[in-house]
């Protein structure tokens, strides 16, 4: 019965949904789940927007929300009726709403060929919140008002950086706690959990150790999976990242130098061959207040490493170049 009932209600608010999708020009359809009844986006205003792109099977493609960044830009000057920036004209500050801009007008309009990754969908699908619309003043001057713009967001990034920073400790404890973990921590503040100690001796600075890791962020995707950004495991790979034609797979030598995140050094110096450990860390043993990529400054990181072999170095021999990832440390 219960279940009976959860099928009704999800049939009956995608019902309610379709009831209040609207048509706009060249194909557009939009429906906005929260009006907040301030003036409308103008072509160069700057917005602050986050959003989550599906395909037409109702799959994740791009969040926002994954990397915990939302987007800010300018709104450029519509270029036909219905594209990206016709869409924002219908909205406003503090608004949520979903739109699907029509592929093949799109197609149509821009002279571009259709991309591989929509080549079986209708439509691009867009769930957006809008933060903030920051407006130019009447007779303003352009230079006065982009500078003026470039202030308040550099300040609001400041803002949620020193949020993210003052919040590390909060979030490595609530990770640990929400998985459970029994975690040890280092006097450099890393904390991991060995689950297989490996055998014979330890790498130590100067070996390189061939891995096996998967690195991802303490909180998940917008779709429930981990939200890795980076794994030598094809398998976790085809779960939870985009596909990459150029992507290669298996272990991956990792010299222990200083050109490898603190972090992950540390934690390759706790297990022997064969040994498996998590590491959570800190942003100072990790990508620090830089960040780097789709990491964002003072942000936690967690490393799932299988130890799969350990090499000393060869006098005369040049040392394996550093992977991209893991990180390289903080300054």
């Given amino acids: 019965m219960k279940k009976s009932l959860v099928i009704l209600l999800a049939a009956t608010l995608g019902l309610a949904a379709c009831q209040n999708e609207k048509k706009g020009p060249g194909g557009l359809l939009y429906t906005i789940h929260e009006d907040a009844g301030k003036p409308k986006i103008k072509e160069g205003d700057f917005v602050k927007v986050d959003f989550i792109w599906k395909n037409d099977k109702d799959s994740i493609i791009k969040s926002t929300y994954d990397m915990q960044s939302p987007q800010i830009f300018p709104v450029g000057k519509k270029q036909y009726a219905g594209d990206m920036n016709d869409v924002l004209f219908l909205f406003g500050e503090g608004d949520s709403v979903t739109f699907k801009?029509?592929?093949?007008?799109?197609?149509?309009?821009?002279?571009?060929?259709?991309p591989d990754q929509l080549k079986n969908d209708k439509y691009l699908n867009y769930t957006v919140k809008i933060h903030k619309v920051f407006t130019k003043k009447t007779g303003e001057a352009d230079s006065t008002f982009q500078k003026r713009a470039n202030d308040f967001f550099m300040a609001d990034?400041?803002?949620t950086n020193d949020k993210r920073k003052n919040s590390e400790e909060a979030v490595i404890k609530k990770y640990i706690a929400d998985n459970k973990l029994d975690a040890k921590t280092t006097p450099s503040g890393l904390r991991y959990v060995i689950t297989a100690p490996g055998t014979g001796a330890k790498p130590v600075m100067g070996d390189t150790a061939v891995v096996n890791y998967t690195g991802?962020?303490?909180?998940?995707?917008?779709?429930?999976?981990?939200?890795v950004f980076d794994t030598s495991v094809e398998s976790i790979a085809k779960k939870t990242m985009p596909a990459n034609p150029m992507a290669t797979f298996g272990p991956r030598p990792i010299p222990l130098t200083e050109g490898v995140a603190k972090g992950f050094v540390?934690?390759?110096?706790?297990?022997?061959?064969?040994?498996?450990?998590?590491?959570?860390m800190p942003s100072k043993l990790g990508y620090g207040e830089q960040g780097g990529g789709p990491i964002a400054p003072y942000s936690v990181l967690v490393f799932d490493i299988e130890m799969t072999d350990i090499k000393k170095p060869v006098a005369g021999a040049f040392p394996p170049p550093v992977v991209t990832t893991p990180p390289t440390p903080a300054n």
């Fill in 216 to 227: 991802k962020f303490t909180f998940k995707k917008s779709d429930g999976e981990d939200n």
């Fill in 266 to 280: 540390e934690a390759l110096k706790l297990v022997g061959k064969g040994g498996k450990i998590t590491a959570i």
């Fill in 157 to 159: 990034v400041k803002a």
């Fill in 101 to 114: 801009i029509n592929i093949d007008t799109m197609v149509k309009y821009t002279k571009q060929p259709k």
